[in-house]
């Protein structure tokens, strides 16, 4: 059995598109961005080009799901750009159990820069609050997150799957 490798990636974005609307079906305001973890765990294990590609379809989800806010198609290109960066990050001999920190935070904060210039640019109000508290939450579970990604990755290769 060879090729599970992208339907696994595909269930665990879709997983963490659910969890990101239960919480904002729960009325979480700044909740962690849960599909840029998969991302970034994907890009630190396989790469920028995969990192891309898991961006582009979780930003897919993500621009599809609703509430509908943005134009189509502009989550997806933050998203992959965010996963190409993050693999660009990727460091082939391993990397310390920290290294996920800042590669998630600067992941987030490439998926947020268009829709926070969308709103400078039209004279909207940014919750610079509420973008920091992600951050740092989304930084903060991406310690666990992504190790989890990067391990279930490892385990496809390890069996063989991949």
Known sequence: MTGLRWPVRLLLVAAALLGVLALGARGVLAAPDLVVLVVVGVALSAGSGP?????????????????????????ALGYAAAGWMAGAARRRSGHPW?????????????????????????????????LAWQVLATATLGLVVVALVERIEAGLVRRRWA
């Open 98 to 130: 920290w290294w996920s920190l800042p590669v998630v935070a600067l992941a987030v904060l490439v998926t947020r820069a268009v829709p926070v210039l969308l709103d400078l640019a039209s004279a909207r109000p940014v919750a610079w609050g509420a």
């Open 51 to 75: 990192g891309a590609l898991a961006g582009l379809a979780g930003g897919w989800l993500l621009d599809l799901a609703p509430p509908v806010a943005s134009p189509l198609g502009l989550s």
